[in-house]
């Protein structure tokens, strides 16, 4: 008996397997959860970790990266593991294994690992950061070109106003900013006059970080309430044997 003769002798039961299929394929159609630019995983975890007061990479990497490594050298689900060591912060990629699914599970026995080790990593250090590496999908791309010689303050300004009215517009829940460096202040060192003040490196450091604070303003209050900031830079500019530039 062929598929065919069976359909015709069974048509209550086939056409229950129809109409059952009917209703599954609406059930999905209104509960499956639909994006037009989804977020894609790519098996990947990181551990992030900050620590101010070690300026040099290989302090970082003996009492931060190793310490975090050798816990999670443990755990089973991951394929390699890279890490990147830099003044004041360790990176620690991990790459899962390619049938491994459940990204969650893994995550929580990452924290679980990176507990263990936060007994080990020296007190100055922040608490890591830990997350899942995923692509988001851009819904928008606006590009700016400029020449060699544009000035590269100007740009960043036109770039942080297209953001700023980028974020007011209700739709938008975020706006990323790529490809032009963020404003930083230099600070140059005269070895001889830090010497002879007795001041090192680590100890300059720690006067700019401390000095280098926000403190509330008050609270501007219009036809909305918004809390302004006063940062206190102007203290750094004592700091013994510190050359700011100009502007």
């Keep these: 008996m062929n598929a065919a003769e069976f359909s015709i002798r069974q048509r209550v039961l086939i056409n229950m397997l129809v109409i059952t299929l009917l209703v599954a394929g609406v059930f999905s159609f209104f509960n499956l959860r639909r994006e037009i630019f989804p977020s894609i995983s790519a098996n990947y975890i990181s ?48 790459e899962l294994r390619e049938e ?26 922040e608490n890591p950061v830990i997350e899942e590496v995923d692509f988001p999908f851009p819904v928008l791309v606006v590009g700016m070109t400029y020449s060699p010689r544009a000035d590269r303050i100007a740009m960043k300004r036109v770039a942080d106003d297209i953001e700023n009215e980028l974020m007011t517009i209700p739709s938008v829940a975020s706006v990323v900013v790529a490809g032009l460096s963020d404003r930083e202040l230099w600070i140059e060192v005269d070895p001889y006059r830090a010497q002879a003040y007795g001041l090192s490196l680590a100890q300059i450091g720690a006067a700019i970080r401390a000095r280098n604070l926000d403190v509330p303003g008050g609270v501007l209050k219009t036809t909305t309430a918004a809390n302004t900031r006063c940062a206190r830079w102007p203290k750094c500019a004592r700091t013994p044997g510190a050359r700011w530039p100009t502007w």
């Design 100 to 125: 491994e699914t459940d990204v969650q599970a893994v995550l929580n026995e990452v924290r679980q690992k990176v507990d263990q080790a936060k007994r080990d990593l020296p007190r100055s250090a």
């Design 47 to 94: 551990v992030t970790t900050l620590d101010v007061t070690l300026n040099a990479p290989e302090d970082v990497e003996r009492l931060i990266t190793v310490p975090i490594e050798d816990q999670l050298r443990d755990i089973e689900e991951i394929y390699r593991l890279t890490s990147v060591s830099s003044p004041n912060l360790a990176r620690i990629f991990m």
